[in-house]
């Protein structure tokens, strides 16, 4: 995989404030934080309100994710390759099931994720959104 195909988009419907779970992921990753930005050795990410949010779109349709409340855009460290982009983006996104919050990811190795990076009913009782298989 080419080294600028490394970045990822992760959109989530956590129902906690942005600056909550800025401080939350920081802590995860054990990471500074500065504004909008945590950064480790293994990357940074950018966690962001979603100026797409829309309450009823993000229940809807297949694309119903891209309207989630937040967008964390997420930046591997490049020097460290693919394995470390998909083990980044991979811890982000169990921390976010593990608390409960809708999170699906879109990037180039979304098949390399857990559950393809999409959610899956199996796993989690948010019957409100719409989910993958």
Avoid at 58 to 68: P, Q, S, T, V
Wanted: glycine share 6%; proline share 3%; net charge negative.
């Amino acid at each position: 995989m080419e080294e600028d195909k490394l970045g990822c988009s992760l959109y989530t419907d956590a129902t906690v404030e942005l600056e909550e779970l800025i401080a939350n992921l920081a802590s995860l990753l054990n990471a500074s934080v500065k504004g909008l930005y945590v950064e480790n050795a293994e990357g940074y990410i950018c966690v962001d309100k979603n100026d797409e949010f829309d309450e009823q779109m993000r229940r809807d349709g297949e694309d119903g994710f891209l309207y989630y409340r937040y967008l964390i855009e997420v930046e591997p460290n490049k020097e460290l390759g693919e394995e470390n982009a998909v083990a980044f983006v991979s811890k982000i996104l169990r921390y976010l099931w593990s608390e409960d919050y809708p999170a699906t990811a879109a990037c180039a190795y979304e098949d390399a994720l857990p559950n393809k990076g999409k959610l899956i009913p199996e796993n989690h009782s948010w019957n409100e959104y719409y989910i993958w298989k």
